[in-house]
Every structure is written in structure tokens, then in C-alpha cells.
T-cell receptor, first 113, second 114 residues
């Protein structure tokens, strides 16, 4: 079946450090891939997405590339800020009429000043 | 994008009681979704709710336990019935956005059952 596996947290970094959060997936066909972010006390927000192989999603300095050969969609940022502290969820949708999302377990990122 | 309001934001309930969670959207949407996030786990889809028809439940979730209403295109409710401590979770509603395959989420309802 379809599934998403992402690295366990928490990830603790100092401000301006480089961030990588690993995400791999299992899916039949050609899923769309997403990163959602959940800031404290808020709902999930779409951070970026990619809909086909080799697509790169980017937003707010974050990037992720859809790698079909390694079934991965790792999230990266060159220089994190304290305001990036949040829980990050990797997800996929296998389309169809209802666009159901399958989520990874989430990774807590804590950025220290 | 869509703005989604969920009520209540949190609640503490007694075993055996029921809680109804409300989800209000600032625009008309066709599909609304209800998710559960158990402690330390990922989000799991409970059901999909379309206006004017019965909700479609995912495997492991039944209507008697999680009845859903969808009276119009901007509103839905999820009831957690006959609660037990195992129902302690965050419950989130989401809607399908104007962009393909994009969902927008409410802030969630944090439920604790004693």
C-alpha cells in the first residue's frame, strides 16, 4: 500500500544551520508529494509540493526534489531561523476523486538562537 | 486559500460521553475531510464528507462511533461518541482547495478523555 516514512525527531539546530529532514515513500503509480508545516497552536499549512519526478518544490527558503529513482522527497533549507521551529509533515496523495492525503509521522524541528 | 475555523480548540471529557466538533469554512467547498492525530503518530483520515450525501469512512472507522454531518457547503461536524481514553487525540478538519491536490487545515481540536 501507500505509505510515507520520515525521520524521527526532534531535530535541534542552531540558527543559520543547514537543515535536512528525510522523507521516503511507497506508492503505486505516480503520487504527488507535499511538505506541510504545523506551527505551535496552528493548523497544518502547505509548505511546498511537487507533482512529478524531478520537480523541485520551494517556498520560504525550503526546497524538496521529487526523486522517483530513490522514492524520496527530502526537505532542505540552507539557513534555519528560530521562526522555523515547527512540526514538518511529509505527505503524498494518490489522486482519485477524493485526493486523500497520507502523512508521515511528523518531525519536530527546534531552532535555538 | 481557505480559512477554516474549528470549535472547540480543546476539551476534556468524561468516559462514555460524546463531543461534537464543528468546522466552518469561509468559502463554499465540495469536499471536507476529517483526520485524527493520535499522540506521537501521523494524521489518519477518518472520513470524507460531501454535502448532500453520507460521509465515506476509511477502514477502521464507523459511522456509529464518528457520525458526521454536512448540512451545507461551508460547514461540517464530527461527533466522537461514547468516548474512551483511547479517543484522546487531535481531530482536524480540512477542505480541498482550489489548487489541485491541495488541502487546507483547521487548527485542530485537542481532545482528552478521562
Amino acid at each position: 500500500g501507500n505509505s510515507v516514512t520520515q525521520m524521527e525527531g526532534p531535530v535541534t539546530l542552531s540558527e543559520e544551520a543547514f537543515l535536512t529532514i528525510n522523507c521516503t515513500y511507497t506508492a503505486t503509480g505516480y503520487p504527488s508529494l507535499f511538505w506541510y508545516v504545523q506551527y505551535p497552536g496552528e493548523g497544518l499549512q502547505l509548505l511546498l509540493k511537487a507533482t512529478k519526478a524531478d520537480d523541485k518544490g520551494s517556498n520560504k527558503g525550503f526546497e524538496a526534489t521529487y526523486r522517483k529513482e530513490t522514492t524520496s522527497f527530502h526537505l532542505e533549507k540552507g539557513s534555519v531561523q528560530v521562526s522555523d521551529s515547527a512540526v514538518y509533515f511529509c505527505a503524498l496523495t494518490y489522486g482519485g476523486a477524493t485526493n486523500k492525503l497520507i502523512f508521515g509521522t511528523g518531525t519536530l524541528l527546534a531552532v535555538q538562537p | 486559500s481557505a480559512v477554516i475555523s474549528q470549535k472547540p480548540s480543546r476539551d476534556i471529557c468524561q468516559r462514555g460521553t460524546s463531543l461534537t466538533i464543528q468546522c466552518q469554512v469561509d468559502s463554499q467547498v465540495t469536499m471536507m475531510f476529517w483526520y485524527r492525530q493520535q499522540p506521537g503518530q501521523s494524521l489518519t483520515l477518518i472520513a470524507t464528507a460531501n454535502q448532500g450525501s453520507e460521509a465515506t469512512y476509511e477502514s477502521g472507522f464507523v459511522i456509529d462511533k464518528f457520525p458526521i454531518s454536512r448540512p451545507n457547503l461551508t460547514f461540517s461536524t464530527l461527533t466522537v461518541s461514547n468516548m474512551s481514553p483511547e479517543d484522546s487525540s487531535i481531530y482536524l478538519c480540512s477542505v480541498e482547495g482550489p489548487g489541485k491536490n491541495i488541502q487546507y487545515f483547521g487548527a485542530g481540536t485537542r481532545l482528552s478523555v478521562l
